[in-house]
């Protein structure tokens, strides 16, 4: 069971506590954890994360919600 989902799903709930449960930043994080191959999850379903068109959207995602997060009227 070299190829489990388990640490992903750890890692993520880990970052979605130490980031204020924010809802893109965590994942940004994992899949740029992903993508520059610090961690692997072959054979997962959830394997298309460490490609570049979703860790591009997920990153512009993340800094959209950090900029409506200080917008003084949102």
Known sequence: ?????WPLLVVALCLGG?????A???????VWT???HHMRI????LYFL?????VI???IL???ELVADKLPFT
């Open 42 to 45: 072959l054979g997962s379903p």
């Open 62 to 64: 993340a800094i959209a």
């Open 57 to 59: 959207i997920l990153t």
């Open 18 to 22: 130490l980031t204020g449960l924010r």
């Open 50 to 54: 460490h490609k570049m068109p979703v």
């Open 1 to 5: 069971m070299a190829n489990s989902v």
């Open 34 to 36: 992903l993508h520059l």
């Open 24 to 30: 893109f930043t965590p994942i940004t994080v994992l």
